[in-house]
Each structure stands twice: as C-alpha cells, then as structure tokens.
C-alpha cells in the first residue's frame, strides 16, 4: 500500500510541471491579448496630434499618457487582465464594449465612437486573437500617414504620425519545456532510488528496536508468589477507611449550617428572551459621480473584486435612506490613491493629507445617502483617513 501511495505521489509530481506550463501559456497569451485591445484603444482615444503606437510590435505606458480620462481608460482595460476568460475572443471583442456595469469607461468608450470606427477596432481584434501572432500591417521602418476626422469639420483634418517599428513573432518555449521535463524526470529516478533506501533503513532500525526489547522484557511475577501483596492490601483498606470518615464529617457540616428559605406562594418564572437583531440589508456601489452621487446601475449585492468601492447599509426605517463608507480591495485602494479626485473627492472628506503609498483607507465616520430617481445622492460626506 505505501508503494503505490509513493508511486501516484511520483506521477503527480512529473506531470504537475507539464499542467502547470500548459496554464501559464494560456495565461500569457490572454495577457497579451489584452495589451493588445488596451494599444489599439488608447491609440484611437488619444488627441489627433499625438504620436500613436505600432500596436503589432510595442506596449503602450501609462506614463505615456497625458489626459486624465484616457488615463482611466488604459487602468480599467488592464484590470480585463483578471478576469481571464477562456473563451475571450468575444470577451475582448464584443462583451467589454457593452457592459456599462463592469467596464463603464470602456462602454463610454465605445459610445463616442462612430460605428465604422468602433466595427474596424472590433475587426482588428478579431484579426488579431485569431491570427495569434505580432505581425503588423505596416512594413518595417515604415510610416503611416492616418487621418481622423471624428468631431472636427474638414478643414481641420490633421495628419497623424504612427511609429513603426521592426515585426517579430514570440520564441517558442519548446526547449524550455523539455528541459524541465528532462530534469523532473532525473528528479523523480533520484527521489525514488532515496525512498527505497530510507525504506530498507527504517525497517533495519525497527528490527533492531524489537529485538532489544524482548531481550530486555521480563515476564511479572503471578501475585500468589508476590511477598508484599497482604501489606499492600492493608494500606488499601486503610486508605478506605479515611476517605469514608472525611465523607461523613462534609456531609455533618453541610447539615448544620445550611439554612431553608421558604418558597414565595403563587411565584412565577419567566424567560427573557433576547430581542431579535434587526436583519440591515447591505450591498455596494462602483466609482461615484461628480455630482456627489451613485448610478443604481452600478450596484451589486455582492462584493466585486477591483470593482466595488463603496458598501451601503441601508436604514432599516427608511429604505430610501442609507449609510455607506469605503470599502475595496488592494486594487480599488490603489486607484483611490492615485486618483483621488474621481473615486474620493465627491462623496468623501479626508481627515489627513493624501499619502499616495497608503495600504488602506479608514472610514472615521460614514456618509449618508438618499435614493432619488435612479440614483443614490450623497447628503453628507464620508470622512476618511489614509494609512
């Protein structure tokens, strides 16, 4: 039984790098993709005068990125990262243009898009996700003179610079993955070829161990021929015979200091129930508005990893009323801190400087809200703390 047990142990081991290469591959092509979708987005959102990216052969930064807005554009496509959808060539292509809950700046993205430009940036995804490599259509060292022409008149058509830089296509990892399937392979001989010899050890030492103890062990004498067992039954009786007697003199005092208390005629017992907790109904709320108020389309019921920043508990008097304070993960902490003055200045007023290496954001005292219409407007502010 133990070797079989050590056999599976082995076999998860050997084929546990090949899962695991086989994930991360997957992993790295969806991460690529996504770098991709963020290029050619940014490109199309920055101002007619900027310099555009080779998107076939280079990353756009964030530090590249002058306008506040397209800022937050780039950070929600880079959090599409987490989301690590296997089917995500529809994902990246068509759903994130149209989930105004999940992906809002993505979908006003869209939005102000003409539909020719939208359908050739969907296109361009398509092609890509499905072609799977960096090759670019602009020949190498070559530029391309783009005009766009959204919101401005004919007159003030400006040429657009795009950089072009050399094509290449990603190294395959086939080496690398023989190379560790070769060393887990010598690691699993060595490991095995241990075992054995650890096993025949043991078993040595236990012989040995069993060995000295039957040496060792020597039967008991039977009790007619043990001399001491009448002294020793005679201490026992003794023993008996005290315990008996400090028994009877607890049970004499008790009998002559205990008092009676008459029982209270017509006495009746009741049992206080606790009061039962009053069930706050609580859920949470995305990025607030400048007006000091929630879109009621952006609210969940469950807490949404890098999406939920606000939590809500409504009064239990008033359903139209509402507490709420800051509550996120490390990564909506991190974009608070960044970018206070789109997720913390509406609704909320800090009670010490912005310290943008801060790990968390305390609420000193929660805000109240009213539901109006189709939003949730912010009476008084939250007062919060960096840490």
């Given at each position: 039984m133990k070797n079989i047990k050590i056999v599976i142990l082995l076999l998860l081991a050997f084929i546990s790098p090949k899962l695991m290469f086989a994930q991360n591959g997957a992993d790295d092509n969806y991460i690529e993709a996504v770098d991709y979708v963020t290029c050619i987005c940014i490109n199309d959102a920055l101002p007619i005068k900027e310099t555009r990216i080779d998107c076939g052969n280079s990353l756009i930064q964030k530090k590249d990125i002058k306008e506040s807005k397209t800022v937050l554009l780039f950070e929600e496509l880079q959090s599409l990262k987490k989301a690590k959808k296997q089917d995500y060539i529809k994902f990246l292509s068509e759903d994130i243009f149209n989930d105004n809950v999940k992906y809002k700046k993505i979908y006003e993205f869209a939005k102000n898009r003409k539909a020719t430009t939208l359908n050739n940036l969907k296109t361009d995804i398509k092609n890509y996700l499905d072609a799977n490599n960096y090759v670019s259509d602009v020949s190498p060292q070559s530029e391309e003179i783009i005009q766009d022409t959204t919101g401005l008149e004919a007159n003030d058509v400006q040429p657009v610079t795009v950089i072009a830089q050399s094509s290449s296509t990603r190294g395959s990892s086939f080496f690398a993955y023989n190379f560790w399937t070769i060393f887990f392979g010598v690691l699993i001989v060595l490991i095995i070829i241990f075992v054995i010899i650890i096993t025949k050890k043991l078993s040595d030492l236990k012989n040995n161990i069993k060995n000295k103890k039957r040496e060792s062990v020597q039967p008991p004498l039977p009790i007619s021929q043990n001399p001491n067992l009448s002294e020793i039954n005679k201490i026992n009786h003794e023993i008996k015979e005290i315990k008996n007697a400090l028994k009877d003199i607890t049970v004499?005092?008790?009998?002559?200091?205990?008092?009676?208390?008459?029982?209270?005629?017509?006495?009746?017992?009741t049992e206080s129930k606790a009061p039962e907790k009053i069930r706050q109904e609580?859920?949470?709320?995305?990025?607030?508005?400048?007006?000091?108020?929630?879109?009621?389309?952006?609210?969940?019921?469950?807490?949404?990893?890098?999406q939920s920043l606000y939590k809500f508990t409504l009064d239990s008097r008033d359903n139209n009323r509402a507490a709420f304070v800051f509550f996120s993960d490390e990564a909506?902490?991190?974009?608070?801190?960044?970018?206070?003055?789109?997720?913390?200045?509406?609704?909320?007023?800090?009670?010490?400087?912005?310290?943008?290496?801060?790990?968390?954001?305390?609420?000193?005292?929660?805000?109240?809200?009213?539901?109006?219409?189709?939003?949730?407007?912010?009476v008084d502010k939250a007062k919060i703390k960096y840490q």
């Open positions: 004499s005092k008790v009998h002559s200091t205990a008092t009676v208390v008459p029982a209270k005629e017509n006495s009746v017992i609580i859920f949470y709320m995305a990025t607030p508005n400048d007006d000091r108020s929630f879109d009621i389309s952006g609210r969940s019921d469950d807490f949404r990893a890098t909506g902490i991190r974009d608070a801190v960044n970018y206070p003055q789109t997720y913390i200045d509406p609704v909320c007023d800090p009670q010490n400087a912005l310290n943008q290496n801060a790990k968390q954001i305390i609420t000193t005292q929660p805000g109240t809200a009213e539901k109006r219409n189709n939003k949730w407007v912010v």
